[in-house]
């Protein structure tokens, strides 16, 4: 397979004869002596995206409903419709700069919580209420006192010196 090689008329003739057939690209390439990337050029003006391990292919009109619909549908949702992986949908997210609403995010964090509540409840995981850690008070801070007061001299001075390192 050489680099830059240009199309002939019967390549393109013989490309296309061959899609027709059903054949899959691997096997064209192998035929025409070009890479998969380079028929998807030459059909499509640019190459699919490749899902997965699969050869399952998204179609433009699939990333578009994804671009669309990715602020407000839940990832789970998304991977599940179109049958591909987290990483998939992230990396099609960050190619696209795409982001969840503020909205969205928050509807998502209160059910979410809810959920939990409710499992904690059911499950009997939820400490009784006013239930403190047994000694939590000996290591806590005590109102008035500091990292100084906690901690030894040598160990106080490496905290300055970090400090100082990351503030110059």
């Known amino acids: 397979m050489s680099k830059n090689k240009l199309w002939t008329q019967e390549e393109i003739k013989e490309l296309h004869r061959l899609k027709a057939l059903g054949l899959p690209l691997s096997e064209i390439a192998v035929k025409l002596g070009r890479s998969s990337k380079s028929l998807e050029h030459k059909l ?3 190459p699919i ?3 997965g391990n699969t050869s ?7 990333i578009a409903w994804i671009i669309r619909h990715f602020k407000h549908t839940r990832n789970d949702e998304i991977m599940s419709k179109f049958g591909i992986s987290h990483s998939t949908l992230h990396r099609i997210a960050r190619e696209h700069g795409l982001k969840k609403t503020k909205q969205f995010m928050i509807k998502t ?3 979410a919580q809810k959920a939990a509540a409710e499992s904690h409840k059911r499950n009997g995981t939820y400490p009784p209420k006013g239930f403190i850690i047994p000694r939590s008070n000996e290591f806590r801070f005590q109102p008035g006192q500091s ?3 906690r901690l030894s001299p040598k160990r106080y001075a490496e905290c300055l010196e970090k400090k100082e390192g990351i503030m110059a």
């Open 44 to 46: 499509y003006g640019k």
């Open 109 to 111: 964090q209160d059910s």
């Open 56 to 62: 399952k292919e998204l179609t433009e009109k699939e």
């Open 49 to 51: 995206r490749r899902v």
């Open 147 to 149: 990292n100084r007061d």
